[in-house]
């Protein structure tokens, strides 16, 4: 008889925002939102206390990148412009996204459950995957809990974590991705949720549908007009309904889907296409008045690519610009260059290049820079996982 299988989903709780507090560990149990820029910088005051900026009077188009819990209970979310969280958590500390120091905790924390469960599939800086079906111990019994082998080891890992980076996560276990990514939200934060199967009529069929990694806004919203709200009510229909309306394809997976099917396997590591970096502007720059700090960001853009590259091993022969305008219109232009390169002054020319070919008259929003056609770097050998998953 096989394994049952385990796939624990970790999400890192409000990860931006818990590395802030344990920066400036004054502002625990305050609402903080994160999403600011350079002139949002805390101040030192002469007594040694720091000054926080806040969003009462805020003006800009910025958006909230996360908040922690406290700043959601005032109905302040990630995605939310910040001009619409002044207006209902105008208290709330704004602080500027620092994403060096996010990414070195994410390497942190996934080195910390790698050291106790090393089967690891990366789904960005602060959610990751891990198989857990083979590990020694998964499998047992503890007193009359047939799962607590498999509790007990997510309780190691979340501990890990603790000790390695201070924060807390919160875990979803269950027998594959689809149903984790959704058990490791319901009891958020600092939350451990044991699914089988048998638990789908109590725990997840009576939520939105859109909880389903997979339903979008345009597809909720047609599940809406036809009279379904919930995963539960999804799963009602048969499946030849579903395909009906959604096709073929799609209809038979909102199926599975809704039935807690999924045999997708955590894929431990997978080769990027490309890498970049790309910036918005806190207002809308002009291409020859703005030259100066558009100039200097593109080449900080291009230096920051080049380092990505760099560190993971890796050469691109494409090299490409982002651009989005005022009227949030975006434009895209690369072109491939013969040598692939890791090198920041061939990546900034080679973008300089190809902005020439864009029509500047508009004002501009956000800056892109892009190296992709990916090649493993001379010498760097064999593509392999992270430090942090190995």
């Given amino acids: 008889m096989p394994p049952r299988r385990w796939i624990a989903h970790l999400d890192m709780d409000a990860f931006y925002a818990s590395v802030e507090l344990l920066r400036y560990p004054e502002l625990q149990g305050r609402p903080v939102v994160i999403g600011g820029g350079r002139r949002h910088q805390p101040e030192m005051q002469p007594d040694g206390t720091r000054r926080f900026a806040t969003l009462d009077g805020y003006a800009g188009r910025g958006v909230i990148t996360t908040a922690t819990y406290a700043a959601r209970d005032l109905g302040v979310h990630s995605g939310m412009g910040l001009m619409k969280a002044a207006l209902r958590a105008p208290q709330a500390v704004l602080l500027p996204v620092d994403f060096d120091q996010y990414r070195a905790f994410s390497r942190r924390f996934k080195a910390a459950v790698a050291e106790v469960a090393p089967v690891i599939e990366d789904r960005g800086i602060d959610e990751i995957y891990i198989d857990l079906t083979e590990h020694p111990g998964a499998q047992d019994a503890v007193a009359h809990d047939p799962t607590g082998g498999v509790r007990a080891l997510a309780l190691d890992i979340k501990n890990n974590v603790k000790r390695a980076t201070g924060l807390n996560c919160s875990i979803g276990i ?108 806190d207002r809308d720059l002009h291409a020859q008045r703005d030259k100066a700090t558009l100039g200097a960001v593109f080449t900080q853009l291009a230096g920051q690519v080049a380092d990505d590259l760099q560190r993971k091993g890796y050469v691109g022969r494409t090299i490409g610009i982002k651009l989005r305008f005022e009227d949030f219109k975006t434009v895209t232009r690369d072109l491939s260059i013969e040598l692939p390169t890791a090198d920041a002054a061939t990546i900034r020319l080679a973008a300089g290049l190809c902005l020439k070919r864009v029509d500047l008259a508009r004002r501009i929003r956000l800056l892109g820079v892009r190296v992709g056609n990916l090649q493993r770097a001379p010498g760097a050998g064999p593509a392999r996982p992270s430090a942090a998953l190995r």
């Fill in 174 to 281: 269950t027998p594959n991705k689809l149903l984790s990514k959704i058990a490791s939200d319901l009891d958020k934060p600092d939350g451990l949720t044991l699914l089988t199967m048998a638990d789908l009529p109590e725990r997840i069929w009576p939520l939105p549908a859109r909880r389903i990694n997979g339903i979008g806004p345009k597809a909720g919203a047609k599940l809406a007009a036809l009279g379904i709200e919930t995963i539960g009510q999804i799963a009602q229909r048969d499946r030849a309904w579903l395909i009906e309306h959604f096709g073929r394809s799609y209809g038979a997976w909102l199926h599975d889907a809704a039935h807690g099917v999924d045999e997708r396997c955590v894929v431990t590591f997978s080769e990027p296409v490309s890498m970049s970096r790309e910036t918005t502007f």
